[in-house]
């Protein structure tokens, strides 16, 4: 319905012509004829607006187009340089790439979540409610749906509801660290480590507090129990240290490497001893952030293990170069399962309940009555739902255009958004035309099978 | 039409009462517009949202003055390209603004543009610095009137970050970076970058590039008279891989940046209490706009400084939209020489988000102090402002999505050690675009 | 539209039940709820995005921009009507509604108007070729609109009619044609022919007969087409895009336009897609009955 789906639904017609067909009323015998012994004249009156119509406006530009393509931007002949571009040209061949890919999946895709929605509804009393809410999207705009998915896909898990319940789930499996974006600032005993872990360039001493300064852990992210960082107490036999976050706040770092009583301990931190690439002891930190190793860390290099610097899992981007074609896909299929639930519903109310109960007294199981009986017997309709979605979506164009941000545009383009941009943004109707030409070969078939099941019809 | 048409009875009454006072009498008026009853004029711009609002009623008074209806034609981007529609479809706008300098070179070589008139030029060379006129000429003949101006040169910050952090504005490069990871250490990420629109991409290379290398190798790199090649160009792309590459100074990433739309980028610079997603972010006047969009207010919550100075001088890069006539009418040519009035420009400086080239303009017409500097620092740059490079380029180099210089800097933020490969990218395309032109 | 000739005929499954064992029948009803579970899970998930829309809608870009609208579940003094009021003042926005309406309703007319037309004319007159051209009527059926969108630009600006209200109206007619056409030439073709020559006998002249006997008995079929179309032309924003006079555009193509200008201006957006929905729903919901009654005339006649 959003969108011209004057092809698709008519490519369906099972729903609406099944009525018709599948039922040969007495009045359908024999050729109708002119009940009124018409005029020609007045035939070709009825006729003509439409005729017109079409002729100026559909049969026409098909022709031009055709022409068209064979003339380059300027209007010079330049025979098929246009379809050449077309797959020589990036941005063009993305496009092709990307439509293929649409082809095969969200046809595919959105068929199978309509057979399941309209076989599992069809046993349950609020069925009905159900369709209605996966049926709805189908009523409103690709752009209104664009707008929709923009904001479901907003990249900030605060903001972006599918970010914030990936999170969530994400979280619920792998708990977050307590000390994100903690780093050595300058002039710090503490060096890089690799993998995001931070060591002390120098080995460790018994009886010499050491001192483990970072910076960076956002104030409002800090454990509620830090308490104000205190230097450790020299203890022989053992290392001991404070590990705290060297800035305070308003104030800058203040004595640099040494804990001023405005800075706070990180407590729980994790603290590990080094000796030839082992960790021979470990510890965590108080809530002052002062701590303790025994004496087999004496003489090893303390290190913060990255463990506690994992960042805030921040989601998916959405709506990135690598996954924008899979995100606009998920739109559609959010708009059409309904589409095809529906279709596939009406087919299923037709499937001759004797056939499913023979199956059963075969012994045949819920599942094997489904794959063997229900689908085979549902295939037409199938194919209808698969074929006019895969019109649909060769000329998939307002969900294209309004979703993808600026940074995504190129990887996420399509020939329906390709023709627009080749026509009236580089004015190029030359290869504007030679995609159109494209795109008309490929709903060729599909035309020539509707004429065809049409002939055969009328025959009936 | 946008329903500008309101001037019913009232207006006219009030235009009557205004002639017959003659000129002495018109209170804020410096400009004798014509009378143009009922006479058509329509004009294009990109503008949309908040700026075509104001846009409107800047229209709106020119209305009131002339008995002209005006309709605004809301263009699509780029603008050049949606002109050529209209002139084949035989109805081009009377006035189209046009936001690049290689947008009015293509308006006179494709003969669209009609030079400005006598009454238009005269307020031009009374309101106007040279350097401001030399931007609206081609060869020496004037065509563009800058309505509009764009101080590109601005770094705005969250004063509640740089007060956490302890930090004052910085003035030099290296004072910025130092800022930059004192912001970082008190637990904020210091830069947000709007890099899903690369335009702003653009424009911080070439601030860094116009104060580093200076004006005239700007210039001569603008016609692409010195390739992308070029050492300069090594440079500036270097330092501005500094900032890029350095993990953490880039709110969510390259990756996150690069998703993030312009107003994007400054609405999380200002919303988050104490922990918004970056301290700072880069960006003209325009920021404001955004920030009126959430509840941080300008001049408290929002402040901001000159781009730092990364050679011996701060950049001053300038952008804006100047108004092109398309079409030989009386009501396109006083249009023109309204819009260089200071009328016009007081109308929209009082609404906020607007920087006018008009020297003439009173500074009180700005609504706060932040805006008033950044127009005082425009105003005072006289002609040593240098227009938006990629605005100057071909429109295939410098100002197409996923082409170009747009697609080769997303690509640097990507990727920001790869210098070399950058300047190749960036001169293979210029050579091919510049070709072309 | 098809929606409904499945829902109202539950099957008899309870029949198939009956025979089912003890055993089946408490597998099935764990199952059961299971199912249900999972049929309201997939129901909340596809609402989610049109419920964020609406909560969207009624939040400040402020707050907007600091949380996602699950949050005025915890804080529902944050709905307020603002965007609303102000969108209603933005005379872009109200102006592109006018337009819409104005192009859709003539878009619609002309599509029942001339489809019907020509659907008679090949269901009941007689002239050479009938069948052939009606062929060609279903070929055009799947014609992408795509082909047609360079050269009709360039035929409507020669004659005149490029961005404007016209250009769109007649690009909607006669891509909505084939489709009209094909649904009530079939439609019309059910008709009882004793019923047409009965008039027929009372003299009725064949705008008469079209008038009086055809459109009346065609009226579910007309009604479906008409809804179909207006869905249609309300919803398209490409033809829009590239048709309509870009100073006066309809809903779809004024917020597009918003789309790009400010990449999140959700006080505008938000609201504004909310309205240009409230209309599709609204029709869809109010003629879901007659739908059905079409439907099911087409069946019981």
């Known amino acids: 319905m959003t969108t011209p789906d004057a092809g698709g639904t008519a490519a369906v017609p099972p729903a609406q012509s099944t009525p018709h067909t599948s039922k040969s009323g007495p009045h359908r015998a024999g050729p109708r004829k002119s009940v009124t012994g018409t005029r020609r004249t007045i035939a070709a009156l009825f006729l003509l607006p439409a005729l017109v119509l079409l002729g100026a406006l559909v049969l026409y530009p098909i022709g031009y187009s055709v022409g068209r393509s064979f003339f380059d931007k300027a209007g010079d002949f330049s025979g098929f340089d246009n379809y050449e571009t077309m797959f020589s040209d990036d941005g063009i061949r993305t496009a092709v790439k990307n439509n293929a890919i649409w082809l095969v999946a969200a046809p595919a895709l959105t068929t199978a979540l309509g057979l399941i929605f309209a076989v599992l509804t069809e046993r349950v009393r609020w069925g009905t409610a159900f369709k209605l809410i996966i049926f709805m999207p189908m009523v409103i705009s690709m752009l209104a749906a664009g707008i929709i998915f923009r904001l479901v896909y907003e990249s900030d898990p605060d903001r972006g509801v599918a970010n914030a319940l990936w999170v969530g789930v994400h979280d619920t499996f792998a708990e977050s660290s307590g000390f994100p974006q903690g780093h050595p600032g300058a002039r710090s005993p503490l060096k890089g480590a690799g993998g995001g872990a931070f060591i002390t360039k120098d080995p460790v001493r018994a009886g010499e507090p050491v001192v483990l300064p970072l910076t960076g852990v956002p104030p409002g992210q800090m454990p509620d129990d830090a308490e104000s960082a205190k230097p450790a107490k020299a203890d022989p036999g053992k290392v001991t240290g404070t590990a705290w976050q060297d800035f305070t706040r308003g104030k800058g770092r203040g004595k640099v490497n040494a804990p001023d009583t405005a800075e706070f301990g990180y407590p729980g931190i994790k603290i590990e001893a080094v000796k030839g690439g082992k960790v021979v002891a470990s510890t965590k930190a108080a809530a002052d952030g002062t701590f303790s190793l025994p004496k087999e860390a004496v003489g090893a290099q303390l290190r913060y293990p990255a463990s506690n610097f994992r960042e805030p899992y921040n989601g998916v981007d959405w709506l990135g170069p690598s996954l924008i074609t899979p995100a606009i896909i998920g739109s559609y299929i959010w708009m059409w399962a309904g589409f095809a639930m529906v279709l596939i519903a009406a087919g299923l109310a037709s499937v001759p309940r004797e056939l499913l109960e023979a199956a059963r007294v075969d012994g045949a199981n819920e599942w094997q009555v489904f794959r063997r009986v229900t689908v085979p017997l549902l295939a037409p309709v199938l194919a209808v739902v698969v074929v006019t979605l895969m019109i649909n979506v060769l000329k998939i164009f307002d969900l294209v255009f309004v979703i993808p941000p600026g940074s995504s545009k190129d990887e996420s383009n399509v020939l329906a958004v390709q023709l627009y941009n080749s026509a009236f943004g580089d004015r190029d109707a030359g290869v504007a035309s030679a995609i159109a030409v494209l795109l008309f070969l490929l709903v060729i078939p599909v035309m020539l099978f509707n004429m065809r099941r049409m002939r055969r019809e009328g025959r009936r | 039409m946008l329903g500008l048409s309101a001037c019913g009875g009232d207006d006219k009454d009030k235009d009557d009462g205004d002639k017959a006072g003659g000129g002495g009498k018109e209170s804020a008026a410096t400009v004798r517009l014509p009378e143009l009853d009922g006479e058509k004029v329509s004009v294009a711009a990109v503008w949309g949202g908040a700026e075509r609002k104001v846009f409107l009623q800047v229209l709106d008074e020119f209305e009131k003055r002339t008995g002209a209806e005006v309709s605004f034609v809301p263009a699509q981007d780029p603008i050049i390209s949606f002109l050529e529609s209209k002139v084949a479809g035989g109805q081009p706008p009377d006035v189209a603004m046009l936001p690049q300098v290689g947008a009015i070179e293509q308006a006179v070589a494709n003969k669209w543009a009609k030079p400005v008139g006598a009454e238009a030029q005269k307020q031009l060379d009374k309101n106007y610095a040279q350097g401001w006129k030399d931007l609206g000429a081609v060869d020496g003949k004037q065509y563009g009137v800058y309505f509009k101006a764009a101080n590109k040169s601005l770094i705005w910050y969250n004063t509640e970050v740089f007060e956490n952090a302890g930090v004052q504005e910085p003035e030099t490069w290296k004072e910025f970076m130092k800022t930059a990871q004192t912001v970082y250490d008190s637990g904020v990420t210091p830069m947000s970058v709007g890099g899903a629109e690369a335009w702003t991409l653009t424009d911080w290379f070439e601030n860094i590039y116009l104060s580093q290398a200076g004006p005239e190798k700007y210039d001569q790199l603008a016609q692409h008279k010195i390739k992308w090649t070029d050492p300069s160009v090594k440079a500036a792309l270097t330092t501005l891989g500094d900032l890029f590459g350095k993990k953490g100074f880039i709110a969510g990433g390259a990756s996150g940046a690069l998703q993030t739309e312009f107003p994007a980028s400054v609405k999380q610079t200002f919303t988050g209490g104490d922990q918004p997603k970056a301290g700072m972010v880069f960006e003209g006047d325009m920021v404001s706009l955004a920030i009126a969009e959430t509840k941080a207010k300008v001049g408290t919550d929002a402040k901001v400084f000159p781009f730092p100075a990364v050679g011996d001088e701060s950049p001053a890069v300038v952008g804006g939209d100047a108004a092109v006539a398309l079409k030989d009418s009386k009501g396109a040519q006083a249009l023109l020489t309204y819009l260089a009035s200071p009328d016009a420009a007081e109308i929209w400086a009082k609404a906020g988000g607007f920087v006018s080239p008009n020297k003439n303009l009173d500074l009180k017409a700005y609504p706060n102090d932040v805006q008033r500097g950044i127009a005082d620092a425009l105003i005072k740059a006289g002609d040593d402002i240098r227009f938006d490079m990629s605005d100057q380029a071909p429109q295939a180099f410098g100002g197409t999505p996923g082409k170009g210089e747009w697609k080769a800097l997303q690509d640097f933020l990507k990727n920001p050690k790869n210098v070399a490969g950058t300047q190749q990218t960036l001169e293979d395309a210029a050579a091919k675009a510049y070709k072309k032109s | ?301």
């Open chain 3, 1 to 301: 539209m098809t929606i409904q000739s499945g829902a109202p005929k539950a099957p008899p499954v309870q029949v198939v039940k009956a025979k089912q064992s003890l055993g089946g029948r408490i597998a099935a009803l764990v199952s059961g709820s299971v199912l249900r579970v999972f049929l309201v899970v997939v129901g909340l998930f596809w609402l989610v995005p049109t419920l964020g829309l609406m909560l969207g809608s009624l939040r400040t870009s402020a707050d907007m921009s600091e949380s996602g609208w699950w949050k005025v579940f915890g804080k529902p003094s944050q709905l307020t009507f603002e965007n609303y009021e102000s969108l209603l003042k933005d005379e872009t926005i109200t102006d592109s509604i006018l337009t819409s309406v104005s192009i859709t309703v003539p878009a619609t007319l002309l599509v029942v108007v001339i489809g019907s037309l020509a659907g008679y004319a090949f269901a009941w007159m007689e002239f050479p070729g009938r069948d052939w051209w009606f062929l060609g009527v279903v070929g055009l059926l799947v014609v992408p609109v795509q082909v047609a969108l360079l050269p009709v630009a360039k035929l409507f600006g020669e004659i005149g009619i490029f961005e404007s209200t016209t250009g769109v109206v007649l690009f909607h007619t006669a891509f909505g044609l084939p489709f009209a056409i094909f649904l009530l030439r079939n439609f019309f073709a059910e008709i009882p022919r004793e019923l047409l020559e009965a008039a027929r006998l009372d003299g009725a002249g064949e705008l008469r007969l079209f008038l009086r006997v055809v459109m009346p008995l065609g009226a579910p079929a007309i009604a479906s087409l008409g809804i179909f179309q207006f869905l249609w032309v309300w919803n398209d924003m490409l033809i829009a895009l590239i048709f309509a006079d870009a100073g006066s555009p309809p809903i779809t193509v004024a917020l597009q336009q918003q789309v790009r200008f400010f990449g999140d201006n959700v006080q505008i957006l938000a609201p504004g897609a909310f309205i240009s929905m409230v209309i599709p729903l609204a029709v869809f919901f109010a003629f879901q009955r007659q739908f059905v009654s079409g439907v099911m005339a087409g069946a019981v006649k």
